[in-house]
């Protein structure tokens, strides 16, 4: 187990509807990333959120927008579904120390079907 | 942009064959890279790692990865894998000028058969 815990496990939405996908770090890290996987790929890089800002963003288009809390826990807020965004939504943390992201330990992700 | 890409998509061995996954990747600059494995029904997890020095590196569960960095190359290898070793293999690869984005490859499902 890593520590790092996501909510919901599995979700489906229809197209248009909002989604938002939550995720807890794991003790004493600092730095949230997501990512998504589709089916029979790689996961791809959504964004990073450090110290309660965004820290970097991979191509995803403005209606996938995050936050961090203070207590470093993060949301993925998903507006307009659209069906391709039917994946497996992954959240790591790590603990970033100046410039260095750190080993990054991932949850168990969010299954969300768009119908 | 940074694209790795991952020769085999699926590899089905016999317990005690010798296993190498091949990865490569297209950035020019420096990196750090990776080796992630997620066992069926568990989450992705941290295999080995390499940032510098020996290119040659040791990770969990008997694996080793090479980084040769004329070929743009990180191979996963095991000599001798198990039915445990029944697993999905993604390489991926990170800027260290801009560590915060890791690029995974589509991963290589490995089917070890008992």
């Known amino acids: 187990e890593t520590g790092v815990t996501q909510s919901p496990t599995h979700l489906i939405k229809t197209r248009g509807q909002q989604v938002t996908l939550r995720c807890s770090s794991q003790s004493g890290h600092n730095t949230v990333s997501w990512y998504q996987q589709a089916l029979g790929q790689g996961p791809q890089f959504i964004f990073q959120?450090?110290?309660?800002?965004?820290?970097g963003r991979g191509n995803f288009p403005p209606r996938f927008s995050g936050l961090q809390f203070p207590n470093y826990s993060s949301e993925l807020n998903v507006n307009a579904l659209e069906l391709d965004d039917s994946a497996l939504y992954l959240c790591?943390?790590?603990?970033?120390?100046?410039?260095?992201?750190?080993?990054?330990?991932f949850g168990e992700g969010s299954r969300l079907t768009v119908l | 942009a940074q694209s790795v890409s991952q020769h085999n998509h699926h590899v089905i061995l016999s317990e005690a064959a010798s296993l190498e996954l091949g990865c490569n990747y297209s950035?020019?600059?420096?990196?750090?890279l990776f080796w992630y494995v997620q066992y069926p029904g568990q989450h992705l997890q941290l295999l080995l790692k390499y940032f510098s020095g020996d290119p040659l590196v040791k990770g969990i569960k008997g694996f080793e990865a090479e980084f040769i960095k004329s070929k743009f190359s990180f191979n996963l290898r095991k000599p001798s894998v198990q039915w445990s070793d029944t697993a999905e293999y993604f390489c991926a690869v990170n800027e260290r000028s801009n560590d915060y984005k890791l690029s995974f490859g589509a991963g290589t499902t490995v089917t070890v058969r008992a």
């Open positions: 950035y020019g600059g420096t990196v750090n």
């Open positions: 959120y450090y110290r309660e800002e965004e820290n």
């Open positions: 790591a943390s790590s603990l970033r120390v100046t410039s260095n992201t750190g080993e990054l330990f």
